[in-house]
């Protein structure tokens, strides 16, 4: 199984997503071609209901511990509940250019 796959399935199994976008974004930065280390995640749940934004990242974070412990590098959460899915705006939620690293 992938990475982006098991992110996928721990994701959908702790939070029954209503909406739900696991985004490779290695091929974004300076690592080796088919790499899984860098992720944008869109999770939209009602489980997210009454909770703050950092409740939610930590929720996420404890659902990836050993992704994360693993071979993710980095991940970028957009944690929302149906009401703020339907009022975002699409602009907000890219991801900026990687600003290089590995010695450059």
Same mark, same amino acid.
């Given at each position: 199984?992938?990475?982006?796959?098991?992110? /996928?399935?721990?994701?959908?199994?702790?939070?029954?997503? !209503?909406?739900? /976008? =696991?985004?490779? /974004?290695?091929?974004?930065?300076? =690592?080796?071609?088919?790499?899984?280390?860098?992720?944008? @995640?869109?999770? @939209?749940? $009602?489980?997210?209901?009454?909770?703050?934004? @950092?409740?939610?990242?930590?929720?996420?974070?404890?659902?990836? $511990?050993? /992704?994360?412990?693993?071979?993710?590098?980095?991940?970028?959460?957009?944690?929302?509940?149906?009401? !703020?899915?339907?009022?975002?705006?699409?602009?907000?939620? $890219?991801?900026?250019?990687?600003?290089?690293?590995?010695?450059?």
């Amino acid at each position: 199984m992938t990475i982006q796959a098991a992110i /996928e399935d721990k994701l959908r199994s702790a939070f029954d997503p !209503e909406h739900l /976008e =696991v985004i490779n /974004e290695s091929y974004m930065h300076n =690592v080796p071609p088919g790499s899984e280390s860098h992720f944008k @995640v869109f999770i @939209v749940s $009602a489980a997210f209901d009454g909770e703050k934004k @950092v409740a939610r990242q930590r929720a996420v974070n404890k659902a990836l $511990a050993e /992704e994360l412990a693993g071979g993710v590098h980095a991940l970028s959460m957009h944690t929302m509940t149906p009401e !703020e899915w339907r009022a975002q705006n699409p602009e907000e939620l $890219a991801s900026p250019n990687c600003k290089g690293g590995f010695g450059k």
